[in-house]
């Protein structure tokens, strides 16, 4: 008999079909001759109830049957006698793959808090919220693929060990084959000629500066990979392991830059509207019961579908960053309260509130800001005439702020030299970066969009260590 998923078979199992399923226990109740079984495979949030009876299942075979088990049942599909189903599993025979003891199974049926959760990342797939997560996270990925396949653009494999930092921050996390008990040094440092790539490498903070030379050549290119950031941090926004999605296109200035962006987002979003809506509903309704312990002032103004459709259906409004700067003067962000950090005038980096502020009240439509002072971005953003603001922009979504950043390159040798000086950039780490402004230079443009900052905004989840199957965060490696 060939196996069935329980989705296909809710979907479209007619009574009488003889079927089998294998799947995790979910529930187990009945009486003494009766039991029922809430089954579930993992292809959706819908539990299949499995009716075992003394008759056709021996009492032997149930009593190993608890919460987490695993087994595979062959039955009939009949007319469900009770509520919440319209089928159910008449069982004939019942084969216990795996035991879960219920002393020691963690994930018993109540509810867990996400913590606890965190701490058994292994089994916490089992669980709905979890399941709903890593489905809709499935979706996005498969979207950014078919977006850019579709408009031409090439998958480019960009390095995880680098020996360059692309932001200049310096948290970057070290790679090395040196005994670290036994370092070779040199006039009191260490001799980094003597490790296995001969100089100081470190994994990668992102995969831009390698995309921009793939796109000088093909056009159009974009990396999806891991990135690594040693920030010692441990807010709800942070990860020292996370994905990055990086399109570079050449011959495009900020412009089509803000298009591409505008134009991705409300695709992937749509995606998931159009083929997530099971776990998008049952996410919604997670998030409205927690929004209703929450202080009045301190609630979100939009469900998490209304969220979604608020960014698809919108066109993004586009201002500068010196616009911005006036509104967020002349705000009155709440009747109560001002903004918990301070507008410190023309210059200042914008805090997430004072994003949000601009998108779910000034606006009430995404916002793509553009044009921000040189001093508070990056090295490789192209310098307005102006000398003092950089074809730099960032994209604002409701409820979490910045969700995408990125500008037109510098594509002019003297002009990125100067300003590789002015912040302390080693050039010769990058000769090959600037080698691009040598030979054949153009204009060309490209932006970051930190993954699991989308899927934590799709999901409505409020910690982005939930987002991401096994979240690394200083002081935790596990599994």
């Known amino acids: 008999m060939k196996r069935t998923e329980i989705k296909q078979l809710l979907d479209f199992a007619k009574a009488g079909e003889k079927v089998e399923v294998r799947a995790w226990v979910r529930t187990k109740r009945g009486s003494k001759n009766v039991s029922f079984i809430a089954l579930n495979d993992g292809s959706t949030l819908r539990n299949l109830q499995l009716v075992a009876d003394l008759e056709k299942v021996e009492e032997s075979v149930l009593q190993r049957i608890n919460?987490?088990?695993?087994?595979?049942?062959?039955?009939?599909?009949?007319?469900?006698?009770?509520?919440?189903?319209?089928?159910?599993?008449?069982?004939?025979?019942?084969?216990?793959?795996?035991?879960?003891?219920?002393?020691?199974?963690?994930?018993?049926?109540?509810?867990?808090?996400?913590?606890?959760?965190?701490?058994?990342?292994?089994?916490?797939?089992?669980t709905n919220t979890f399941s709903a997560i890593n489905r809709i996270r499935h979706q996005l990925i498969f979207g950014v693929h078919e977006y850019f396949h579709s408009r031409g653009f090439l998958n480019v494999h960009t390095p995880i060990i680098t020996a360059s930092d692309a932001e200049g921050a310096g948290e970057a996390f070290k790679?090395?084959?040196?005994?670290?008990?036994?370092?070779?040094?040199?006039?009191?440092?260490?001799?980094?000629?003597?490790?296995?790539?001969?100089?100081?490498?470190?994994?990668?903070?992102?995969?831009?500066?390698?995309?921009?030379?793939?796109?000088?050549?093909?056009?159009k290119v974009y990396t999806f990979g891991p990135t690594f950031r040693a920030e010692n941090s441990n807010t709800s926004r942070h990860l020292a392991e996370f994905w990055m999605i990086e399109p570079e296109v050449a011959f495009a200035d900020l412009e089509e830059n803000m298009d591409l962006s505008e134009d991705l987002l409300k695709s992937l979003v749509r995606a998931v509207l159009d083929n997530c809506m099971e776990d998008l509903e049952f996410l919604d309704k997670r998030l409205?019961?927690?929004?209703?312990?929450?202080?009045?002032?301190?609630?979100?103004?939009?469900?998490?579908?209304?969220?979604?459709?608020?960014?698809?259906?919108?066109?993004?409004?586009?201002?500068?960053?010196?616009?911005?700067?006036?509104?967020?003067?002349?705000?009155?962000p709440n009747k109560k309260k001002k903004f918990d950090y301070l507008i410190e005038g023309w210059g200042a980096d914008l805090q997430s509130e004072h994003e949000r502020y601009l998108v779910e009240k000034h606006f009430k439509k995404p916002v793509i800001l553009y044009d921000y002072p040189k001093d508070i971005k990056a090295f490789y953003m192209r310098l307005n005439e102006d000398d003092k603001t950089v074809r730099a922009m960032d994209v604002l979504f409701p409820g979490i702020g910045e969700i995408v950043g990125g500008s037109q390159r510098e594509e002019r040798l003297e002009k990125l030299e100067k300003r590789m000086d002015e912040m302390g950039v080693p050039k010769e780490e990058v000769w090959w970066y600037l080698d691009l402004r040598k030979f054949g230079t153009a204009p060309h443009s490209g932006f970051g969009l930190g993954f699991e900052r989308l899927v934590q905004f799709t999901t409505g989840m409020g910690n982005i260590r939930d987002v991401i199957p096994f979240p690394r965060t200083p002081k935790n490696a596990e599994f």
């Open 67 to 126: 919460t987490g088990a695993c087994i595979a049942a062959q039955g009939e599909i009949v007319e469900s006698q009770g509520s919440g189903q319209t089928v159910e599993l008449q069982a004939t025979s019942i084969e216990v793959l795996g035991e879960a003891h219920p002393d020691h199974y963690p994930l018993q049926p109540k509810k867990h808090s996400l913590e606890f959760l965190r701490e058994i990342a292994h089994l916490r797939f089992r």
């Open 175 to 219: 790679v090395t084959n040196f005994d670290l008990n036994n370092v070779p040094k040199a006039e009191g440092e260490v001799d980094f000629s003597q490790d296995f790539f001969g100089k100081e490498t470190n994994l990668t903070v992102s995969g831009q500066l390698e995309a921009e030379l793939a796109a000088m050549a093909m056009g």
């Open 288 to 332: 409205a019961d927690e929004e209703k312990n929450k202080k009045a002032e301190e609630r979100s103004p939009m469900g998490l579908i209304e969220k979604l459709k608020f960014v698809a259906d919108n066109e993004f409004v586009r201002i500068s960053y010196t616009e911005a700067i006036e509104i967020l003067r002349n705000s009155k």
